[in-house]
């Protein structure tokens, strides 16, 4: 009697316990962004503008944070990618990569078009006058065609180690001094810069990978050092995830003290605000669920509440390629596949970007519609490809997507200084495009290993998850 007594009232308290356990990360780290939010706008609030000096104390703890998560990306990128390529023989590789390219390409199209349909109809650039509109940034002069073209060339590193440094880029220089020259008669200047070649590395790791399975038993000495980076790096990423919720809380408090009188902002850029939150909300919960159910039969809603913590990240860093690490863990937590978890992860974190395709694509013919620009079919078609481009071609880093703008806008002949009439706002909208982004790529994660869980049971998983 006594003894079940205990039982029923000891089993509950042990399973609150585990809950708060396992859930104890993801509910501080939620509570971080809104209690940097909170933070953020009662300090506001002061009479006294803030300082920049002051705003860098604030975020400096935010900033340690995400140095940490940053100094990850690389070797985790490299390793992952190329220790689940190389676990699996060629054939069932290119069964996974195929089924992500294909859900990549899909869920980016139907952004852009969602993103088409909802700036054309809600019209959120029609009557509005642009003059104090323009905010400060500074752009370069560069053609669609160039753009494309170092997209392609950065998938090509002349040099695997300068790729983990710096990026190659074109840049138009104009002939002397004049300055109504069109673009198309500028000199060109090749040039590297500063910021990691992304693209190139997970090129670079995907042959790696795939030659290490062909090699079979000769490879496997160098599978082994790429299995064991990539564990090593996860077991630090278990390490630096319990900074997290004090990261978010600063970075997000320390955003809203820099920004802008927002409802000042919010007046003239309002409904472009909210075309691009409406698109990225349909989108993320609407779109993405329907094509999760129709590949998987599962709703996505209770994976998406597991990733809370991820999400959160996603938000507080404004960095696909800094919550890459968060991201990973919590798939292999969730009981994923680590060869699909490993694959599908960092390459998404690079190439498939929905929130930022469809932002692209609404940036661009809100623009248009400001500077009452007419658009045929055939623009709308091109800006949809160029979106779709840019999406890829942007880094996972902070406001990424507003320098690949320049060439979205390009296509409908706008000059790229006009990327500053929605700098205003663009600092939040990044935040919400690189949650969607996240998400879809972890929700991606989940389908194509639902997808391919057949296939895989005939490979033993050799790889340990933490
Ligand atoms: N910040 C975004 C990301 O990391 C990219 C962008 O849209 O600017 O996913």
């Keep these: 009697m006594s003894n079940s007594y205990v039982t029923s009232n000891a089993r509950p308290t042990a399973r609150w316990k585990r809950f708060l356990k396992s859930n104890l990360l993801t509910f501080l780290t939620v509570l971080g962004v809104f209690g940097g939010t909170t933070l953020g706008l009662v300090l506001k609030g002061q009479s ?3 300082t920049q000096r002051e705003v860098m104390y604030i975020q400096y703890p935010g900033d340690l944070f995400l140095r940490m998560l940053k100094c990850l990306i690389v070797p985790l990128l490299v390793s992952s990618i ?4 190389g676990s699996l023989d060629l054939s069932m590789s290119k069964k996974i990569a195929f089924r ?27 009557g509005k006058e642009m003059g104090s509109m323009k905010g ?4 370069r002069q560069v053609l669609t065609a160039d753009t494309l073209l170092d997209l392609i060339r950065n998938l090509f590193p002349p040099n695997i180690i300068q790729a983990t440094m710096f990026q190659f880029r074109t840049l138009l220089v104009s002939p002397g001094n004049a300055t109504d020259v069109p673009l198309q008669q500028y000199s060109i200047k090749s040039e590297f810069t500063e910021g990691t070649n992304v693209l190139g590395l997970v090129m670079f790791s995907i042959v790696l990978g795939a030659c290490i399975g062909k090699m079979r038993e000769a490879g496997r000495p160098l599978q082994a050092v ?5 564990e090593a790096m ?20 320390a955003k809203l003290l820099e920004m802008a009188s927002f409802t000042e902002v919010l007046g003239q850029l309002g409904w472009y605000f909210i075309t691009v939150m409406l698109g990225l909300v349909l989108h993320g919960f609407g779109t993405i669920s329907v094509i999760f159910f129709i590949a ?5 809603f209770p994976y998406i509440a597991q990733m809370s913590q991820v999400l959160a990240t996603a938000f507080g860093t404004g960095s696909s390629s800094a919550t890459m690490p968060i991201t990973i863990r919590c798939l292999d937590n969730m009981g994923i596949d680590p060869r699909v978890t490993r694959f599908v992860i960092p390459v998404g974190a690079t190439i498939n970007m929905d929130g930022t395709a469809l932002y692209e694509a609404v940036a661009a013919l809100f623009i248009a519609q400001l500077r009452q620009i007419p658009l045929s079919f055939g623009h709308i078609v091109a800006v949809s490809v160029t979106a779709t481009a840019a999406s890829i071609g942007a880094a996972g880093i902070p406001q990424a997507g507003l320098i690949t703008m320049v060439m979205v806008l390009d296509t409908v002949g706008l000059p790229a200084e006009d990327v500053t009439i929605i700098i205003a706002v663009d600092w939040l909208l990044d935040r919400f495009r690189t949650t969607i982004n996240v998400m879809c790529d972890a929700l991606g994660t989940i389908l194509v290993n639902a997808l391919s869980k057949n296939d895989l049971s005939s490979v033993p998983i050799e790889m340990r998850t933490y």
């Design 234 to 253: 996860m077991i630090i990423t278990s390490w630096v995830i319990w900074i997290s919720p004090i990261g978010v809380f600063f970075l997000v408090a």
């Design 226 to 230: 790429f299995e064991s980076l990539s």
């Design 100 to 126: 992500a390219i294909i859900y990549y390409f899909i869920t980016t199209v139907c952004a852009v078009v969602l993103g088409i349909i909802l700036v054309s109809t809600i019209r959120p650039g029609s």
């Design 48 to 50: 006294e503008p803030w």
């Design 136 to 139: 400060k940034a500074t752009t």
């Design 82 to 85: 190329t220790s689940a390529i």
């Design 296 to 300: 998987t039969r599962k709703i996505s």
